[in-house]
């Protein structure tokens, strides 16, 4: 797919991320998708425990700013969250395949643990 196609794919995944719109975020997400979260050491692999994460999720936090760059079919976006009146600051290296996000790499402000929560979806690493 293009650039283009990705670039299409990236803002509909970031206006889905505002609405809170889970369905929206699937939709751009490969059947494989792949989301690492190196500071905590988790995998998660697949599309399904993406949701089953994402409809879990203790609290929704609200995206209050973000930009990205793309190039291809990378793209690294930036994000500022708020979670019950406090910033967190993402950035997010993605990668795309056939106008699909087919696995990104979560980076945040700090290291943080693992929740138990979510350890039945994930792979440490």
Excluded at 65 to 94: N, P, Q, W
């Amino acid at each position: 797919m293009s650039e283009q196609h990705n670039r299409e794919a990236l803002e509909s995944y970031i206006q889905a991320v505002e609405r809170h719109d889970l369905d929206g975020m699937e939709g751009v997400l490969d059947e494989d998708y792949v989301k690492e979260f190196p500071q905590s050491g988790e995998r998660i692999r697949g599309k399904q425990k993406w949701r089953f994460i994402a409809e879990s999720y203790p609290g929704t936090p609200n995206i209050t700013d973000h930009s990205y760059v793309l190039s291809g079919d990378l793209g690294v976006l930036k994000m500022t969250f708020e979670y019950d009146s406090k910033r967190v600051y993402a950035c997010e290296i993605v990668e795309f395949a056939d106008g699909k996000i087919k696995r990104a790499t979560g980076y945040y402000g700090g290291p943080f643990e693992a929740p138990e929560w979510r350890a039945q979806w994930v792979e440490r690493m």
